[in-house]
């Protein structure tokens, strides 16, 4: 099993690929931030609506920070958003620059709002994200329709995407090294040591995933799962599966899978069994998240998640799909369900 998702399981094994080519352009992959909240008009911090075409999150930050004179880490940021695509999200900026706004420039980047606020954006401030994603020229439109319906029905399973793993596939293995105390080829910065970390802990996610899914228990409540309320994001353990499975099957709740950290709420029984196994294979315990500090807390996440507003329509001889995801879902497990292109 690979770190990038195109040797996963899928959900829709059963349905043929319905072939195609995906982000020709970056038009093919248009990405929407849904805000958790919209800014004020007041404060000390100024939102800008950004859009940009080919540039990632982090080119955009460090060209707003040399044209306004602040620091990286003066600029925040909800979620980080892809190169290759047509991507809108928001920024903030302290507002005692803004006078140096009209400063920024970057070719494929347009400042469409801004705005103030009273607190700098964080990581996590925002619902989620909506795409509007082109495949060009599928052979299967049967294919295609019937996977997306059911994972319109039964959900998507919440892989962590190839992104998550860098270019050379080897940000996991880095993290492990992190935590074990062991030097790094080359010494991080603060924002590769947290992608290190996060990307270990997202490999291990994705493996109890694959267990998941290979066991057909994605929506199934076991004895001794953490469960995840869908509406408000709390977590209970299950110790009556009769009673919830009829639960997850309603989505009222989603088995949420192990993001490992001394804060991550425990699982019981054989189902903890199961994770502990997943530390040992890797060569890892509970202890040595603990030297990850606070990037290493622990959580639960789904192991699924529901397509919002979900819409499939035929171009000639493309398909055009649109969607809402929740924050931390990859439209790419999307594409790679539609394509099987394992």
Request: charged letters at 30%.
């Amino acid at each position: 099993m690979t770190d990038a998702g195109f040797g996963f399981p899928r959900l829709t094994a059963d349905v043929p690929g319905c072939g195609g080519a995906f982000k020709l352009t970056p038009d093919d992959f248009e990405v929407e931030e849904l805000p958790a909240y919209l800014p004020s008009g007041e404060g000390t911090h100024l939102y800008l609506w950004v859009e940009k075409r080919g540039r990632d999150t982090r080119e955009v930050v460090r060209a707003l920070a040399a044209a306004m004179g602040v620091r990286e880490d003066d600029i925040g940021v909800a979620g980080m958003k892809d190169r290759q695509a047509v991507t809108r999200q928001w920024l903030s900026v302290p507002a005692s620059a803004e006078a140096r706004l009209p400063e920024f420039s970057l070719d494929g980047v347009s400042v469409l709002e801004s705005k103030r606020h009273g607190n700098k954006l964080r990581t996590g401030h925002l619902k989620g994200n909506r795409f509007r994603l082109r495949l060009r020229g599928i052979r299967d439109v049967g294919a295609a329709r019937e996977t997306f319906s059911r994972l319109s029905a039964q959900g998507v399973p919440n892989y962590f995407g190839e992104q998550r793993f860098g270019r050379a596939g080897d940000n996991a293995d880095l993290g492990r090294m992190l935590l074990l105390g062991q030097r790094l080829p080359k010494r991080p910065d603060r924002f590769q040591r947290k992608l290190y970390l996060s990307a270990f802990q997202s490999r291990l996610f994705n493996q109890a995933l694959v267990q998941r899914l290979e066991a057909g228990t994605l929506a199934t409540a076991l004895l001794g799962d953490v469960l995840r309320k869908e509406e408000t994001g709390g977590l209970f353990v299950c110790e009556a599966p009769e009673v919830d499975t009829p639960r997850v099957a309603a989505f009222e709740v989603s088995p949420a899978g192990p993001m490992f950290g001394p804060k991550m709420t425990a699982s019981k029984g054989e189902v903890a069994e199961v994770e502990a196994k997943l530390l040992v294979d890797a060569g890892v315990t509970p202890s040595d998240f603990v030297r990850g500090g606070d990037e290493t807390e622990g959580a639960r996440r789904p192991y699924r998640v529901r397509l919002g507003a979900p819409d499939l329509t035929v171009d000639g001889e493309d398909a055009v799909l649109t969607f809402e995801l929740p924050r931390g879902a990859y439209a790419t497990e999307v594409l790679h369900e539609l394509l099987k292109d394992g």
